[in-house]
């Protein structure tokens, strides 16, 4: 398979559309549909299936994925570093974060990164521990920020620890002002978080051996604090988001006793197969970190 066939493959891939990948890699469809079917004449099986609703990849192209973009995070690297010896920063730069992360950090690393460096684009795609991790192992991001909780086998930069806290609406009033225990939440109306989106919220409600009892389920921090907010329950989630100015409004926050966290870091499949860009942006958030 060439790199533009492995191009192409990974467009329709993430597209779902031959059309689409067509305008984005400025081909003709006709184009991309003769790319495809030498694909798969050179490959001996089916990559696609075309119905009304898209195109949706075989069994047998999902296998190839990965390997396919292995292939071109390798030639992304090769061409920043050809780039960097010419005195040139130019290529583009993934990154797989989680909700809290993308809303306090980011803004803090991207745009310094981007002035610096005007010629990388940084693309950021935004989810769960587990689609973070997924990401980097299939090739879809290269840098991704996680709890090590969920780092298993990746290459992993710890850097920092964030504080696990309970929020509650204004009327609750703890035994110890500022802090509140697991015996003091059992029994209450709980928001929650879905169990794949933060494992380290449902690790501590399983050590604490606190049942859960939640009509209320949301997927990110901001929600979580105003369902809080306007009475549904309390909550256990990381501290990160509350530093903002302002985000925690309307809830009480509470530290919990015994205190409890989550390790933040920077994963990656190799931390020495970093592309140049990769390796600037690491460095760059380690000393950020530091001084947190």
Request: with cysteine; charged share 20%.
């Amino acid at each position: 398979m060439t790199l533009l066939g492995c191009q192409i493959f990974s467009t329709i891939a993430q597209e779902g559309s031959f059309a689409r990948t067509a305008e984005r890699l400025h081909l003709t469809p006709s184009a991309i549909s003769h790319a495809v079917a030498g694909m798969e004449s050179e490959c001996g099986f089916p990559l696609f299936t075309r119905t009304k609703a898209g195109v949706t990849m075989t069994a047998a192209a999902e296998r190839l994925l990965p390997a396919v973009r292995r292939v071109l995070a390798s030639t992304e690297s090769l061409d920043q570093s050809i780039a960097q010896i010419n005195g040139l920063h130019k290529g583009v730069l993934r990154l797989g974060v989680f909700n809290s992360a993308c809303v306090v950090w980011l803004p803090q690393l991207v745009p310094p990164f981007q002035a610096e460096y005007p010629g990388i684009e940084v693309q950021v795609y935004q989810g769960s521990y587990a689609d973070i991790a997924g990401w980097l192992k299939s090739g879809v991001v290269e840098l991704g920020f996680l709890s090590d909780s969920c780092a298993q086998d990746l290459d992993f930069v710890p850097l920092y620890i964030d504080p696990l806290v309970c929020i509650a609406p204004p009327g609750f009033t703890p035994r110890r002002p500022g802090h509140v225990s697991a015996d003091e939440l059992r029994g209450r109306a709980f928001v929650s978080q879905r169990a794949d989106t933060d494992a380290d919220i449902q690790s501590y409600l399983k050590r604490s051996d606190l049942h859960v009892d939640s009509a209320c389920y949301v997927i990110d921090d901001e929600s979580m604090v105003g369902m809080v907010a306007c009475g549904q329950g309390v909550a256990i989630m990381p501290q990160l988001l509350l530093t903002r100015q302002g985000a925690a409004a309307g809830v009480q926050v509470l530290a919990l006793d015994p205190p409890a966290g989550r390790g933040i870091g920077l994963a990656c499949l190799d931390q020495n197969s970093l592309s140049p860009a990769a390796r600037e942006f690491s460095r760059r958030v380690r000393e950020f970190a530091g001084g947190l």
